[in-house]
């Protein structure tokens, strides 16, 4: 198109820039000219006889303004939960919690709210946890893939989740290299308040799809209880017995052809065995389940708080269902849950396992 | 050679579409529609971008555009559409939001009717989404639209307009292409396109995950998907994503709230409308928009300080 077609389009199109019609001079005028009077004002004049002025010295506009600081410096000016953690994690683990964060490449966050500031106090405090309290004892770990993502499948319980904070400090301490291990966690938590942030920072996700699907991709370890709830609100009497695993870990797997790593908690069912769950409270309060534990409700919250047992994790050799199964696989219900049913009874072989053992310890 | 319409060309994001379009060899024409008076802006481009001004809310001033011999001279095949992409006080807006709607569905309509426009962009925004419960989800395109009928007056109008851009996707011979963005943070620091941002209040306890993106990649994203031809619906975010307290209003307030149903039940108090954001993250998955359109942020939000020294600073990716 020509100059002329465009001017012939209205009056606003190739019209003279610096005529408007009401008036008033354009922005760009009108800052020329204010520039232009500035520019031209008149220095006043020096009265015969007057002395000569010495040079005008600079004003005083007091010290220079310092550069804000960007979240890099603001991790250096550390606070007191800082220094603490500075003081409980050893220079080999600060490198490894440095190899976990390296995915980030600098960001504050990455997509899901993981801070590497906040994990790094989270870590020092489960360390003791996982060191002093539960005193875990963990095996297997080569099986752990050095780079690629994995599914990792384990029981869950206890009331609180401790199994997955203390697998999730065995990924970062014990595994070589050191693992980020991302725990999907149950919708209901994301809508509890400050929870639903500290899930976050310390890199667990809310259990979606998309979630699990984004993580996959960027090749992590993503951890599962394929139980749910199921898994934390069983009874003391069932305590170790699996309860039927959901499905949607093995059609991510075989969708994403990554590896389900079968993973065995002992001890988390101990850490507060369930008497009775009361499911009338439960509704009336909005909870997904409400536990009677012989410390709770008696002593208050207080009462959730975990006993000292003994942890062990155990990894098992991976699950490469996309090799034996072809792709179509994920489309046919029984052949996905002929696999779960594969996945959780090696898990239960290997917690019988280790609880026999451990009763034969004792006895 | 592409001949494109650009509304709400006076909009942050309407003036980087401008000058993106200016400098792109493949388009003959631009002219950019806004309600006001030309913009001074535009006079350096003049040599290929031309204004109209009309008020799309209007039928007959589209009726009249549509139908004149200056439409018929330009011979526009595409249309780039902006309606929210302006600051939040759309109290500005002749109309108020439902108007953009109506000229949402009233462009739609014509650009299916007119025939001459074959290629329609829309740029809406990723909160049209259903927020679900978490500080920080991952949402890809497939995700639901969150139909709440208390939700907040923009984003139900956000929602009406993405359904109307979305009812063309299939069986009509225009090429809609809907862009989803994340918050659009200007040069200056401000934001478009952000409910959780547009107040100071936030509920204590919650702290959501937001994904930000420049208004030069926007731009970007919006010629790429005139360019392509690969019509659908893409999320377009930047890399980085940050808390809500780290973006929001410095002087915000924290409002308690105990996110538990029994004791919001107990007493009596409904949620506020439009707390699901202020509660709940949405970081979209540009991983569609990079495979199918080839975009990619070049532009990365650093947030610098704290509180009323907060700075955020727009920088080009080396």
Redesign the interface.
């Known amino acids: 198109?020509k100059?002329d077609?465009?001017q012939?389009?209205?009056p606003?199109?190739?019209s003279d820039?610096f005529a408007?019609g009401d008036g008033t001079l354009?922005?760009?005028i009108r800052l020329r000219e204010r520039s232009m009077r500035i520019v031209a004002e008149p220095v006043a004049r020096r009265p015969r006889g007057e002395p000569r002025e010495e040079a005008l010295e600079a004003p005083d506009l007091g010290p220079p303004v310092p550069e804000?600081?960007?979240?890099d410096d603001r991790d250096e000016s550390a606070g007191a939960l800082d220094r603490l953690a500075g003081l409980t994690l050893t220079s080999e683990e600060e490198e490894r919690l440095a190899q976990l964060m390296q995915p980030l490449g600098g960001?504050?966050?990455?997509?899901?709210?993981l801070s590497p500031r906040v994990t790094r106090r989270a870590l020092a405090f489960f360390k003791l946890l996982y060191r002093y309290w539960f005193r875990v004892e963990s095996s297997g770990h080569s099986v752990l893939p050095e780079k690629g993502g994995a599914i990792l499948a384990a029981n869950h319980g206890g009331v609180l989740p401790f199994d997955a904070s203390m697998i999730a400090v065995d990924g970062a301490l014990a595994a070589q290299p050191p693992r980020l291990v991302r725990t999907v966690v149950d919708?209901?938590a994301?809508?509890?308040?400050?929870v639903?942030?500290f899930?976050?920072?310390v890199g667990q996700?809310?259990g979606?799809r998309?979630?699990v699907?984004?993580l996959l991709?960027a090749n992590q370890l993503v951890l599962i209880f394929p139980e749910g709830m199921a898994g934390v609100r069983k009874r003391a009497a069932e305590r170790y017995v699996l309860q039927p695993f959901h499905l949607g870990f093995v059609e991510e797997s075989l969708r994403h052809r990554v590896p389900i790593i079968p993973v065995a908690v002992v001890g988390a069912d101990d850490q507060a065995p369930v008497l009775w769950d009361v499911p009338a409270l439960a509704k009336?309060?909005?909870?997904p389940f409400f536990p009677i534990t012989p410390t709770f409700p008696l002593f208050g919250l207080a009462g959730l708080l975990p006993y000292p047992v003994r942890y062990e994790i155990a990894y098992g050799e991976p699950f490469r269902f996309y090799d034996e199964f072809p792709p179509e696989a994920i489309e046919d219900p029984h052949a996905v849950r002929y696999m779960a049913e594969r996945v959780r009874r090696r898990i239960q072989e290997m917690v019988d396992q280790r609880v026999l053992a451990r009763r034969a310890k004792r006895a | 050679m592409r001949r494109v319409l650009v509304t709400h060309v006076e909009s942050p994001v309407g003036r980087r579409v401008v000058k993106a379009l200016f400098h792109d060899p493949e388009v003959?024409?631009v002219?950019g529609l806004g309600t006001r008076?030309?913009p001074?802006f535009l006079?350096p481009y003049?040599?290929k971008v031309?204004?109209?001004?009309i008020d799309l809310a209007k039928s007959r001033h589209l009726q009249s555009f549509l139908h004149s011999e200056?439409f018929a001279?330009?011979r526009p095949d595409s249309l780039i559409h902006l309606p929210f992409a302006v600051e939040h006080s759309l109290e500005r807006v002749p109309g108020g939001v439902p108007s953009l709607v109506s000229e949402t569905r009233r462009l739609v309509e014509e650009s299916v009717e007119q025939r001459c426009i074959e290629r329609f962009v829309y740029l809406s925004s990723v909160f049209v989404y259903d927020p679900?419960?978490?500080?920080?989800?991952?949402?890809?395109e497939g995700?639901g639209l969150g139909f709440d009928g208390e939700g907040d007056a923009l984003v139900r109008a956000w929602i009406d307009a993405d359904l109307v851009c979305q009812g063309e996707l299939h069986g009509s011979n225009l090429k809609m292409t809907i862009l989803r963005a994340a918050t659009i943070v200007t040069e200056t620091g401000e934001y478009l396109n952000s409910p959780p941002l547009s107040h100071v209040d936030a509920?204590?306890?919650?702290?959501p995950?937001l994904?930000v993106v420049s208004d030069r990649d926007v731009a970007r994203a919006l010629v790429l998907a005139l360019h392509a031809d690969r019509p659908g619906v893409y999320n377009i975010a930047g890399?980085?994503?940050?808390?809500r307290s780290q973006l929001g209003p410095s002087a915000s307030r924290s409002t308690l709230?105990?996110?538990?149903?029994?004791l919001e039940?107990l007493v009596r108090r409904a949620p506020a409308p439009g707390q699901a954001f202020d509660?709940?993250?949405l970081?979209p998955?540009a991983?569609l928009a990079h495979e199918a359109l080839g975009f990619e942020p070049q532009y990365r939000i650093?947030?610098?300080?704290q509180g009323a020294?907060?700075?955020i600073d727009t920088v080009r990716c080396r």
């Open positions: 198109m100059r077609d465009l012939t389009l209205g606003s199109l190739g820039p408007q354009p922005y760009l804000l600081p960007s979240y960001r504050p966050y990455d997509e899901f709210g919708r209901w994301g809508t509890l308040p400050f639903n942030v899930y976050a920072r996700i809310m979606s998309d979630n699907r984004e991709r009336l309060l909005g909870l | 003959a024409l002219v008076p030309e001074s006079l003049r040599g031309a204004y109209q001004r200056r001279r330009v679900v419960p978490g500080n920080g989800n991952v949402v890809s995700q509920p204590l306890g919650y702290d995950m994904a890399r980085e994503v940050f808390p709230s105990l996110g538990l149903a029994w039940r509660r709940y993250g970081v998955s991983r650093e947030v610098r300080g020294a907060r700075r």
